[in-house]
């Protein structure tokens, strides 16, 4: 692949600021995934415990409850990753992290 190539893959990553694009991509993955693995959709229903007709909608449409994605993920051994989608915080300023260190022992948020 050129860097040009990479650079694109790259930025493609942070275009998608849209649910329902996120949700369609992850699908993409996950179908592309499966794939690979050589594993159908009736294999991936049974081995998930989703019903099939969830599977085919999550592929087609990018629809799926968190529990079938969460089983869908763990079926292809996806499970860290899933687990850790919110373990690190994230920030894009110096105030925005020291507000994380601030309430990063509270247990709730409080309005302003």
């Known amino acids: 692949m050129d860097d040009s190539a990479n650079i694109l893959a790259f930025l493609d990553s942070y275009t998608l ?13 996950f179908r592309q995934r ?16 989703v019903a099939l007709a969830n599977v085919i909608r999550f ?12 089983s869908l993920a763990v079926a292809l051994e996806y499970t860290a990753e899933i687990k850790n989608i919110f373990s690190q915080p994230k920030y894009s300023t110096m105030e ?11 247990k709730r948020a409080y309005k302003r």
């Open 17 to 29: 600021d849209n649910p329902d694009d996120m949700a369609m991509d992850i699908a993409k993955e």
């Open 34 to 49: 499966r794939i690979e693995r050589n594993i159908t959709r009736e294999e991936i229903a049974e081995k998930s415990k």
């Open 59 to 70: 592929e087609q449409k990018g629809l799926i409850s968190l529990r079938n994605l969460i």
């Open 96 to 106: 925005e992290l020291t507000q994380i260190k601030k309430n990063s022992g509270k």
